[in-house]
């Protein structure tokens, strides 16, 4: 009974956040998505990732285990998903990208936290900084046909990771008073994109749900799968074998639906494989924490 209520007390709050971005949307109110979105990503999640790496106790060793364990996980993925579409004669423009990159951030970053506490958070801003830097590369070359290095040059994201892992690396601190600034707009991040998730939720449509089913219920059990075995083979600690299953299982993430749609692949299909795994990642994310704490 005491697991199921620190599961609940972990997986609400996540949830309950995104349902309420999803109602506002429903009840007709206005959202800014756009807006939001690039102060999320440009300021508060950033901001959030920088003094989470700052602060944490991890030493650096395990640090750059993980590091190397989450890259490899996501090449694992990548080589996985792409047999399994050329099996399924699946098209690779549409399918591969949503399969291989979870939503770290939005869903995954929270859930970590709340799982594992402080040290959870730095292990997972690290996995969502290889995941972002593997998305707009990998990610957009899949979508697109083409990477994208000035992009990841120009991403917030990737320049607050490199100073706050620099930063832990050397044992700096900023000064009190940044260092508070930064993480008042840090504990924004996680609301805000919460909600955010909500929203854009609200406003997809698809016509594939059918499909998107069993491609949802497939990214959950490979995902899953090479996640574990990876974490085993590099002998991580409670905490970050945790967090790298977890995040690894992360449900569809909304930008590749927005990838999709930019570079005219099957967007409806993808919208789909959004809805869908968010929804199935409530009971999934669930049972998986029940079974990493």
């Known amino acids: 009974m005491n697991l199921v209520l620190t599961v609940f007390e972990i997986v609400a709050p996540?949830?309950?956040?995104?349902?309420?971005?999803?109602?506002?949307v429903r009840l007709g109110f206005e959202y800014r998505l756009q807006f939001v979105t690039r102060f999320a990503m440009t300021l508060a999640?950033?901001?959030?990732?920088f003094v989470a790496l700052?602060?944490?106790?991890?030493?650096?060793?395990?640090?750059?285990?993980?590091?190397?364990?989450?890259?490899?996980?996501?090449g694992a993925l990548a080589v996985g998903f792409w047999l399994i579409a050329r099996?399924?004669?699946?098209?690779?423009?549409?399918?591969l990208a949503p399969l291989i990159f979870g939503n770290t951030g939005n869903v995954g970053i929270p859930i970590c936290m709340f799982a594992f506490g402080q040290?959870?958070?730095?292990?997972?801003?690290?996995?969502?900084?290889?995941?972002?830097?593997?998305?707009?590369?990998?990610?957009?070359?899949?979508?697109?046909g083409k990477g994208s290095i000035t992009k990841v040059i120009r991403e917030p994201m990737v320049w607050a990771t490199l100073l706050g892992a620099l930063f832990l690396w050397r044992g700096w601190q900023t000064?009190?008073?940044?260092?508070?600034?930064?993480?008042?707009?840090?504990?924004?991040?996680?609301?805000?994109?919460?909600?955010?998730?909500?929203?854009?939720?609200?406003?997809?449509?698809?016509?594939?749900?059918?499909?998107?089913?069993?491609?949802?219920?497939?990214?959950?059990?490979?995902?899953?799968?090479l996640g574990w075995l990876l974490a085993l083979a590099f002998g991580l600690d409670d905490v970050a074998f945790g967090?790298?299953?977890l995040q690894a299982c992360m449900p569809v993430a909304v930008t590749s639906?927005?990838?999709?749609e930019r570079f005219d692949a099957d967007a409806d299909a993808v919208a789909g494989m959004v809805m869908v795994s968010t929804a199935l990642s409530v009971g999934a994310l669930s049972v998986i924490l029940a079974i990493v704490l």
Request: net charge neutral; glycine share 8%.
């Open 45 to 49: 999640v950033p901001s959030l990732i």
């Open 14 to 24: 996540v949830f309950l956040l995104a349902g309420v971005g999803y109602a506002w």
């Open 243 to 245: 967090v790298l299953v």
């Open 175 to 225: 000064p009190v008073f940044l260092t508070n600034t930064l993480d008042l707009l840090g504990q924004m991040a996680i609301p805000l994109m919460l909600i955010t998730l909500g929203v854009a939720i609200a406003r997809l449509s698809t016509q594939k749900l059918g499909q998107a089913v069993w491609l949802s219920f497939l990214k959950l059990v490979v995902c899953f799968t």
């Open 119 to 144: 040290a959870g958070l730095g292990y997972a801003v690290v996995f969502l900084a290889v995941t972002a830097l593997l998305s707009f590369t990998l990610g957009i070359y899949l979508v697109a």
């Open 87 to 95: 099996g399924a004669h699946l098209d690779q423009r549409t399918y």
């Open 54 to 74: 700052m602060q944490t106790d991890i030493p650096g060793g395990e640090l750059s285990r993980f590091t190397l364990a989450a890259f490899l996980v996501n």
């Open 257 to 260: 639906y927005l990838l999709a």
